[in-house]
């Protein structure tokens, strides 16, 4: 990709913070170097926004400016994605990522806050809950792995088959994985598809390897039977047309979770934050403001 084609992701990217209201930052915490988005009132109650496999703080622009006018938003990069480190012998487990998490957002002088996580992010978000229960006012789990489902996701069938279907290995595979995340792909400038395309290409192998990883972190020790331990209110959000993570997640987490609210989204596949930022961030900001 030539100088001007880099030029203009990297001012679309600058837009989109803009139109959100973040600024991109950077911390040191224990020798690793977190980039994240910060945004709002530095006085207003923290929101953390936690991205999904393969995702970054980039996913959350859209999304956090129905918030950063009310509520302080923070938005990282988590280790092995994004401009964070991904160095191959750190442990990139549930468990591990929150405790670095924990670690970041302490160095921030944050410790008591509303989370929301995607995918992974959720996944995450979800051991934050059980680990550090006081820290948290609310939480908001999107599409969020870690929980046994009841009917198979198409990821889950690919896996079985030794698949892994959110890695792409040309721009034209990569256009599909758009179209399979998404249940209605945002319309996106060719340039801008083969940049997102060549970033995930650099890191395929890596990337690649800490899927699978996290894979069997979720069919072996899923969370599902410690949801009764959840103590933080909860919002589940879900896609019905999800084909990454069966919409029937949603069916565990709303018997165990002692006080949660489950919102099933119509024509929305796997990203709610980024297929319908407005609607989703209606029922989140209506769970802050309770709490």
């Known amino acids: 990709m030539n100088w001007f084609f880099r030029f203009l992701v990297g001012l679309i990217i600058w837009l989109l913070r803009k139109w959100g209201r973040l600024s991109a930052k950077t911390v040191v915490v224990n020798g690793i170097r977190w980039p994240y988005l910060d945004g709002g009132p530095p006085d207003g109650e923290t929101v953390v926004m936690l991205h999904g496999f393969g995702g970054d703080k980039n996913n959350w622009p859209l999304y956090a400016r129905h918030f950063t006018k009310r509520y302080r938003v923070i938005a990282p990069d988590l280790a092995g994605f994004g401009e964070n480190t991904r160095d191959p012998d750190l442990d990139y487990g549930m468990a591990a990522q929150t405790e670095r998490l924990h670690h ?53 069938v690919a896996i079985d088959e030794g698949k892994n279907l959110l890695l792409a290995k040309s721009l034209d595979e990569f256009e599909g994985l758009l179209e399979f995340v998404m249940h209605k792909p945002i319309p996106s400038p060719k340039f801008m ?99």
């Open 104 to 156: 970041f957002l302490r160095e921030l002088g944050i410790d008591r806050f509303h989370i929301a996580g995607n995918s992974m992010g959720g996944f995450i978000a979800l051991h934050y809950a059980l680990n550090y229960p006081g820290e948290l006012r609310s939480m908001t789990l999107m599409d969020n792995a870690g929980v046994r489902s009841r009917n198979k996701s198409e990821l889950e």
């Open 193 to 291: 598809m083969k940049a997102m395309y060549l970033e995930q290409a650099r890191h395929f192998e890596f990337l690649d390897e800490i899927f699978w990883h996290i894979t069997d972190e979720a069919t072996n020790n899923t969370l599902t039977d410690r949801l009764s331990e959840i103590s933080v209110p909860t919002l589940v959000i879900w896609g019905r047309q999800d084909r990454v993570l069966d919409v029937s997640c949603t069916e565990a987490m709303a018997a165990a979770i002692s006080e949660n609210k489950v919102v099933i989204l119509e024509d929305v596949g796997h990203i709610p934050m980024i297929e319908c930022p407005r609607e989703t961030a209606l029922h989140h900001i209506e769970l802050i403001a309770a709490h």
